[in-house]
């Protein structure tokens, strides 16, 4: 483990392999930075790659009050750490998060999103619209457990009677673990799970090569958002991945990720 300093004085904490140019992984909700040792271990012969936890998570520190913006500076942390410049791979919260850091300027030279889960239509049922406030109440709180469940059912469309038996499971003490960093993730999606459409120009000054990747087996809103993302944005292009849901799979994950960076 190593780590960086963030504008605001935070310790962000990474892992560092491989070698060749800069990737930052960018992880989305409640994952850690060991979520992305698979994928890591596979770009690691042909690039250096930085998986870090992000503020709240992890060995990283979590000074208050949160501000996306302060997530930002800790992509501009690592990307300096890495040299000045970096490509940028973001994984489903963490892809917004990853576009929100290229639309502020960052030294990205291009930049990966798999599954950004912008809801842009009435393909499924918007999020709350209190659904932030309610999720940091709940953590302040202490009911770190009904936090993660309100998110199951909210944003990932977990029917409520499964909820249960996820709570008897090994992974729920470290969801929990997490669970006052799931407003973040609301945060940094903002109203971009309202099912309206984006903004006319709203990421117009990314103007970097950029993939939208979604899954062939995902639901039919995630495709539609990689399409309005892909469409909206001024250099993108989109790529589905077949058999792919958001659970995606490293081994065909990587190459994708590859191919696009190197080219």
Partial sequence: MQTVTSNDGTTIAFDRSGAGPAVILVGGALSERSAGIPLATRLAPHFTVFAYDRRGRGDSGDTQPYAVEREIEDIAALIQEAGGSAFVFGMSSGAALALEAAN????????????????????????????VTHLGELARSGRRGEAVEYFMV??????????????????????????????????????????????????????????????????????????????????????????????????????????????
């Fill in 104 to 131: 502020h300027g960052l030294s990205i030279t291009k930049l990966a999103l798999y599954e950004p889960p912008f809801i842009v239509d009435d393909a499924r049922k918007p999020i709350p619209a209190d659904y």
């Fill in 154 to 263: 909210n944003a990932v469309e977990v029917p409520a009677d499964m909820v249960a038996p996820m709570r008897q499971s090994p992974m729920w003490p470290a969801m929990e673990a997490l669970a006052h960093t799931l407003a973040y993730d609301g945060a940094i999606m903002g109203d971009n799970m309202s099912g309206k459409p984006f903004s006319p120009g709203q990421w117009a000054d990314v103007t970097i090569p950029t993939l939208i990747m979604d899954g062939g087996g995902s639901p039919a809103w995630m495709h539609n958002a990689a399409q309005a993302a892909a469409a909206i944005l001024p250099n993108a292009r989109r790529h589905t991945l077949e058999g792919q849901t958001h659970a995606v799979d490293p081994d065909v994950l990587a190459p994708a990720l590859q191919a696009f960076f190197t080219d």
